[in-house]
Each structure stands twice: as C-alpha cells, then as structure tokens.
C-alpha cells in the first residue's frame, strides 16, 4: 500500500499545484462524462501512480517470477482492454504478483496489479477480463485517484516491526520475512464507483472481443465464496469490492445489451497450469506462515522445506526458511538460505534486507553494508538505514552512522525511536 504520509505529502503537492493553476474543482470524468471534483490533474495522477507502483509491490510480495509466461499472458489481457478504454493514452502497466491473498487493484494512471491468490479462483480468460477490465475503469474514470485523495487507502503497509525487539538487534528475525506478501492494497470505492467500474468493464470486454458473461460469473463466484468458509481468506477483496446480489443482477442487465463474445477457458488453463502444479507448495507456504503466527516455529520448518521440495524455484520459501533458522540463532545457516532467496529473487527488497541484517549479525560488514544499500534501490526503508548505521557505528565510521540514524529517524514507528536513540547518543558523544 501506499503509506498515508507519502499520500497525504503528495496530496497537498498536488492541491497547491491545482490551486495554482486553477484548475481544482470540477473535471469532466472521462469515461462517465459527468462533472466530478477533481484534486488533481491527470498529469498528476499519472506521476503519482508511477512513483508508487513499484513501492506498492514490493510490499506485497513482488512479482511472481515462477512462471515468467503468466506475467506476459495477463499484461495481454489487460492491453487489449486498455485500448478499448475510454482512457487508451494511459501508460497501462499490468503485473502478477507473488501474493496468495486474492485480490486486484489500480493506482492511478492506470498501474494495476493482480494477486497469483486471485488467478487460481478464476476459470478462463472472459473473467480474467472481467477482473482487469474492472480494474481499467477504476483508473479511467479516476476512482482510484480520488479514493487517494479521500485517504481510503487502507492496508497493513510495511510490516516488519518487530524485528529489531531483542537485545542484538537481529533476534527475531521472523517478524519481518513472514509477514511479506501477507499485506494488500485496499482502496475503499464507494457503491457506485464499483457499479460503475462493472457496468464499463462488461463494455470493455465486449468491445475487446471477450463474454460479458464473464462478468456476470466472476461476481455470482464471489458471492457464493462470501457465503462459505472461505469468506475470512477473501476479506482483502471483499473490502474493496464487496459482492453482492444486486451486482449480479446489475451484470446480467447489462450483458444483455452487449455482444457474445468467447471465454478462451482452455487458453487461460494452459497459462495458470504452473500456478495450479504449485498450489501444494503454497499452501504448505501459507500454513508456514500460520504456523509462525502462532510461534510454532518448527511446524514452520517443516513446512517451509516441504514446499521448497514441491517447487524449488519460488524464492520466498527459501527465505521464511532463513527468517526461521535467524528465530533459532542459526545465523550461518540462515544466510545460506537468503543467499539461496537473492539468487532465485534478485528483484525483491526485503531479500537484500534481510541478507544485509544477517551479514551483519556475522560481523561480514563489507557484505552487510552492500546488501543493505542494495534494498534501498527497490525500496527505501528505516531499517535498511538504521541497520547501516549499526554497521558503520560498529566499524568506527562515527560520521556516516549519524547520517544514516539520521534518515532512519523520521521513521514514525519503533524503528525510529531506536533510531533516535542513537543520533543523541552520537550526538553527545560529540
């Protein structure tokens, strides 16, 4: 998710910016044709939905490189939705992420993401389409812009405190690798918006070629699932698009008035093939991470080498296995294991982060210092700074600690306060 600092900074960038123009008040909605107060302008949205697009997902998991194939076969979905948009001139940016919460969202300017939890619900490519093409109005029509601008961007963010809490300061180690992928972006759209995004997303797709009966599935399955016991696992989606009958009902009016078209189920099999081999692995993954919640911590092991033995290629099954060697002061063994998760993931900050923290437990400050600099290029943390200040105190560099205690300082949660400890104990010693 996007942090709520960083929105509501760039929020009030934006109003001044409009302000200044005069421009704020009301815009035409590009897909609806209505008046809508706008904060931003479109300009606007677009850079703010690039700058924070790769953040978003390296909190949730990064992308899913297992199956390079999916990511090309969704972003083709998705492009040929996005041309027959009433927004086409967005730069569309679609990606799968490696995240077994099943859910879907847009940033603006049209960067959107979908979870590999959500895929596998799914039973062909009409409602693929249905779920990217819901998606597409969102950033069309500006949904996704004013939920920003309203602050109904809600969601876990990134969470790792906890991982700095004994004594060493690399303890419990758990608390961060565990807990990545488990987050999700919940913008919060009003009834209307999510009608809205149905009604020209079922267009969408028939204009694309795709079965607006598609649609009309995707929400009866969504219903249905809200219903069982699998309601609790789907909370994430349901936040942010609440089924309902009415939706149903709505969908199947609308694809009344619209063209068939196909539901390419066997070319949508054929591509979430690998996510349905692997689906053992990431359950026995995802009950690792339960397991670890519920400080079963060898159950844990257990069930992280077991996924690992059914899919030897997913790099976060290696990593939970060195966040859980780190709990049981294994160091050594648990930076094999994150050597094993940046070879397999060299794209996911929080695998550079943890490298780092382990090398630095090893007093290999060289190589802690590389990996710790090296996070902060796919995502800039207080821990990353903070731990880079522990390296550079502990290998006498007084001036460049205080620099990075410093940076880690403005952090506004545990990691900041320790942070701040330190700059007024360097500072006095000063």
Same mark, same amino acid.
């Given at each position: 998710?996007?942090?709520?600092?960083?929105?509501?900074?760039?929020?009030?960038?934006?109003?001044?910016?409009?302000?200044?123009?005069?421009?704020?008040?009301?815009?035409?909605?590009?897909?609806?044709?209505?008046?809508?107060?706008?904060?931003?302008?479109?300009?606007?949205?677009?850079?703010?939905?690039?700058?924070?697009?790769?953040?978003?997902?390296?909190?949730?998991?990064?992308?899913?490189?297992?199956?390079?194939?999916?990511?090309?076969?969704?972003?083709?979905?998705?492009?040929?939705?996005?041309?027959?948009?009433?927004?086409?001139?967005?730069?569309?940016?679609?990606?799968?992420?490696?995240?077994?919460?099943?859910?879907?969202?847009?940033?603006?300017?049209?960067?959107?993401?979908?979870?590999?939890?959500?895929?596998?619900?799914?039973?062909?490519?009409?409602?693929?389409?249905?779920?990217?093409?819901?998606?597409?109005?969102?950033?069309?029509?500006?949904?996704?812009?004013?939920?920003?601008?309203?602050?109904?961007?809600?969601?876990?963010?990134?969470?790792?405190?906890?991982?700095?809490?004994?004594?060493?300061?690399?303890?419990?180690?758990?608390?961060?690798?565990?807990?990545?992928?488990?987050?999700?972006?919940?913008?919060?759209?009003?009834?209307?918006?999510?009608?809205?995004?149905?009604?020209?997303?079922?267009?969408?797709?028939?204009?694309?070629?795709?079965?607006?009966?598609?649609?009309?599935?995707?929400?009866?399955?969504?219903?249905?699932?809200?219903?069982?016991?699998?309601?609790?696992?789907?909370?994430?989606?349901?936040?942010?698009?609440?089924?309902?009958?009415?939706?149903?009902?709505?969908?199947?009016?609308?694809?009344?008035?619209?063209?068939?078209?196909?539901?390419?189920?066997?070319?949508?099999?054929?591509?979430?093939?690998?996510?349905?081999?692997?689906?053992?692995?990431?359950?026995?993954?995802?009950?690792?991470?339960?397991?670890?919640?519920?400080?079963?911590?060898?159950?844990?092991?257990?069930?992280?080498?077991?996924?690992?033995?059914?899919? !030897?290629?997913?790099? $976060?099954?290696?990593?939970?296995? &060195?966040? =859980?060697? #780190? /709990?049981? +002061?294994?160091? @050594?063994? *648990?930076?094999?294991?994150?050597?094993?998760?940046?070879?397999?993931? !060299?794209?996911?900050? $929080?695998?550079?982060?943890?490298? &780092?923290? =382990?090398? #630095? /437990?090893? +007093?290999?400050? @060289?190589? *802690?210092?590389?990996?710790?600099?090296?996070?902060?290029?796919?995502?800039?943390?207080?821990?990353?700074?903070?731990?880079?200040?522990?390296?550079?105190?502990? /290998?006498?560099?007084?001036?460049?600690?205080?620099?990075?205690?410093?940076?880690?300082?403005?952090?506004?949660?545990?990691?900041?306060?320790?942070?701040?400890?330190?700059?007024?104990?360097?500072?006095? /010693?000063?």
């Amino acid at each position: 998710m996007i942090p709520r600092s960083i929105a509501n900074r760039l929020l009030a960038t934006a109003i001044a910016a409009s302000v200044t123009a005069g421009i704020a008040g009301c815009a035409v909605n590009p897909v609806t044709g209505k008046k809508e107060l706008s904060l931003m302008s479109q300009s606007q949205e677009v850079a703010l939905g690039a700058q924070q697009y790769p953040k978003a997902q390296q909190t949730q998991g990064g992308e899913y490189l297992v199956d390079p194939a999916l990511q090309s076969y969704v972003s083709n979905v998705g492009q040929k939705l996005a041309k027959v948009s009433d927004q086409p001139q967005l730069p569309y940016e679609f990606v799968v992420l490696n995240n077994s919460v099943p859910n879907a969202w847009a940033l603006p300017g049209g960067k959107i993401a979908v979870n590999r939890g959500l895929l596998v619900l799914l039973e062909d490519e009409a409602e693929l389409a249905a779920v990217l093409g819901h998606e597409i109005v969102h950033a069309a029509a500006r949904h996704s812009a004013a939920a920003m601008s309203q602050q109904q961007i809600l969601g876990a963010g990134i969470a790792i405190l906890g991982a700095t809490t004994q004594n060493t300061g690399y303890g419990d180690l758990v608390s961060l690798g565990s807990q990545f992928g488990g987050s999700a972006y919940i913008a919060k759209y009003g009834r209307d918006n999510e009608l809205e995004s149905d009604r020209y997303g079922m267009k969408y797709m028939a204009a694309a070629g795709y079965d607006p009966q598609g649609a009309v599935r995707l929400q009866e399955k969504f219903v249905e699932l809200s219903k069982g016991n699998q309601s609790s696992a789907l909370e994430a989606l349901f936040a942010s698009h609440p089924p309902s009958q009415s939706r149903v009902n709505a969908n199947v009016e609308h694809a009344k008035k619209l063209s068939a078209g196909t539901a390419n189920r066997t070319q949508y099999q054929k591509a979430i093939a690998q996510l349905k081999r692997d689906a053992d692995a990431y359950k026995s993954y995802d009950d690792a991470v339960a397991a670890v919640g519920k400080k079963d911590y060898d159950r844990a092991l257990t069930l992280t080498r077991q996924a690992q033995k059914l899919q !030897p290629k997913e790099a $976060s099954f290696y990593a939970l296995e &060195g966040d =859980l060697l #780190a /709990q049981k +002061k294994q160091y @050594t063994e *648990a930076l094999a294991s994150y050597e094993t998760a940046v070879q397999k993931n !060299p794209t996911l900050f $929080s695998n550079w982060l943890m490298r &780092g923290m =382990l090398n #630095a /437990q090893l +007093k290999n400050f @060289t190589a *802690a210092e590389r990996d710790l600099s090296r996070s902060t290029q796919y995502l800039d943390t207080a821990h990353a700074h903070y731990y880079l200040g522990q390296v550079y105190e502990q /290998q006498g560099n007084t001036k460049n600690a205080l620099s990075q205690y410093q940076i880690a300082a403005q952090d506004s949660g545990d990691i900041g306060t320790k942070a701040q400890a330190r700059v007024q104990e360097l500072g006095n /010693q000063g």
